[in-house]
């Protein structure tokens, strides 16, 4: 059974930095692609970022968060993770783990929650003085 676990979520003053971890279990994702979603009080999830293991690593961000957020994948561990720096309160919301068994390229729909097969539970950022 394959489960995603999602931590480092919390709270942070406007400016400040926080890095969300998601563990999966119960098969690799390395060749595959595994993202972040955001869902704010009465909006649709959105997409954050996605990194792309079977495509040697790609990248892919919203615009909101480009430059702000970084996604990265560590292998071994079967972890990806989200650095966000300079946090809005705009960025204030649920974020989710998602992932899917193949790898994205710059012309998929890597952006929409459709093609993720599997989720975590979430983990809330709260981005306020």
């Known amino acids: 059974q394959v489960q995603l676990g999602e931590s480092g979520g919390g709270l942070v003053q406007p400016g400040g930095s926080l890095r969300l971890s998601c563990a999966a279990s119960?098969?690799?994702?390395?060749?595959?692609?595994m993202g972040w979603f955001r869902q704010a009080p009465g909006k649709e999830r959105e997409f954050v970022a996605a990194?792309?293991?079977?495509?040697?690593?790609?990248?892919f961000y919203a615009a909101s968060v480009k430059g702000r957020f970084t996604i990265s994948m560590d292998n071994t561990k079967n972890t990806v993770y989200l650095q966000m720096n300079s946090l809005k309160p705009e960025d204030t919301a649920a974020y989710y783990c998602?992932?899917?068994?193949?790898?994205?390229?710059?012309?998929?729909?890597?952006?929409?929650?459709?093609?993720?097969?599997?989720w975590g539970l979430g983990t809330q950022v709260t981005v306020s003085s």
């Open positions: 998602a992932a899917r068994g193949a790898p994205s390229y710059v012309s998929d729909n890597y952006n929409s929650r459709y093609v993720y097969d599997y």
């Open positions: 990194i792309s293991g079977g495509t040697g690593g790609t990248t």
């Open positions: 119960g098969r690799t994702f390395s060749r595959g692609t």
